[in-house]
């Protein structure tokens, strides 16, 4: 789907980015990681040429982009940003039409287009999309910039730290959401974070950059249970095994037999907490970490699923562990 070779681009003296290549295939959701200043939203910016690179090739679907319209170019691709930048004199809908609009599509057709995306990303349509983007909180913000990202249906999504300005649990709704709609419609998406959290969660492919080089581009397993040399390992930091959890749901390692249930009943009874199924497995960590024996895992209707325990988190139960072993 796209292919970075050689990219070159300098600011004065300053290499932001030194010969990059980056094969990206259709579908994928790749992640760009580093240190600050290591040129993650310079090379997300040379894929729309917001940023013209001084050196390499860019090719998308079998085309040379440096050889495109950057107008037409950036109208095909959906672009998502940290303070979304929606139009505030116009609706919702009408901010989640506005590439539709500039596509020529006739009103009918992009106001319904609108829509179906904002019900996409959870916004009843009815409900939100007359309002004006100053009477939504931060993170229905952010939806609407994904439904209008999505709006003109393009295969390639640019995010560029499209969660960092909401707090930490609407960014985990928000990350939750996006594993959701790329189940649902499959773009080949890249998306810049700082959050090594973030990263392991969404990311299908992690490519680690520094002073403008890719020092490694891997699975977020083989990354943290291969890092390519020491940057690396430190970049990722210490407990590679609990960080791998970010990429669990609870519902991964749920007890569900009739035992199960039954004492998850009897604990919740006694005033013990619980967590729902699509809970972070993370986050339940953190919470039996928190010195309880188990916690009671509940359904969308409230109901007792089930129950995890710490062990099922951390040991053999727990998926990674089970890959590890078979590996
Ligand atoms: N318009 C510009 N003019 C001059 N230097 C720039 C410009 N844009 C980026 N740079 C420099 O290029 C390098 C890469 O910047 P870039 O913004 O891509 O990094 P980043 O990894 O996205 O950083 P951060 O994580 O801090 O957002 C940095 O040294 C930055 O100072």
New binding site residues.
């Given amino acids: 789907m796209i292919s970075l070779r050689n990219i070159d681009?300098r600011?004065?003296g300053?290499a932001?980015?030194n010969q990059v290549n980056l094969e990206i295939a259709r579908g994928e959701l790749v992640v760009?990681i580093?240190?600050?200043?290591?040129?993650?939203?310079?090379?997300?910016?040379t894929v729309n040429r917001m940023?013209e690179p001084d050196g390499g090739q860019i090719i998308i679907d079998g085309k040379n982009a440096l050889a495109s319209d950057p107008v037409l170019l950036r109208r095909s691709i959906g672009y998502v940003i940290q303070n979304v930048g929606l139009f505030p004199h116009l609706t919702v809908r009408e901010n989640v039409a506005v590439v539709p609009h500039l596509l020529g599509w006739d009103k009918a057709k992009r106001l319904q287009r609108a829509d179906e995306m904002l019900a996409l990303v959870r916004l009843d349509p009815a409900r939100f999309g007359g309002r004006y983007p100053g009477q939504l909180s931060g993170g229905q913000q952010q939806r609407v910039g994904i439904a209008r990202a999505l709006a003109a249906d393009p295969q390639l999504l640019l995010m560029?730290?499209p969660f960092s300005a909401v707090d930490p649990i609407t960014r985990e709704q928000l990350q939750e959401e996006l594993l959701r709609i790329q189940r649902d419609v499959r773009k080949t998406i890249l998306f810049?974070t700082?959050d090594i959290d973030e990263a392991i969660r969404l990311a299908d492919k992690i490519c680690l950059?520094r002073d403008?080089a890719v020092v490694q581009y891997a699975d977020p397993d083989t990354m943290l249970r291969h890092p390519a040399n020491e940057f690396v390992a430190r970049f990722f930091g210490q407990e590679p095994v609990l960080k791998r959890l970010a990429r669990y749901s609870v519902a991964d390692f749920v007890r569900i037999d009739a035992a199960s249930v039954a004492a998850a009943s009897a604990a919740v009874a006694a005033g013990a907490d619980s967590v729902p199924l699509h809970a972070g497995a993370r986050a339940a960590l953190s919470k039996l970490l928190g010195g309880l024996p188990l916690l009671a895992v509940t359904d969308t209707t409230g109901a007792i699923a089930g129950l995890v325990t710490l062990v099922d988190l951390t040991l053999a139960e727990s998926p990674a562990a089970r890959d590890e072993l078979a590996a």
């Fill in positions: 681009k600011y004065g300053v932001a980015l760009l580093g240190p600050s200043g290591c040129g993650k939203s310079t090379l997300l910016r940023t560029d730290e810049v700082h950059l403008g």
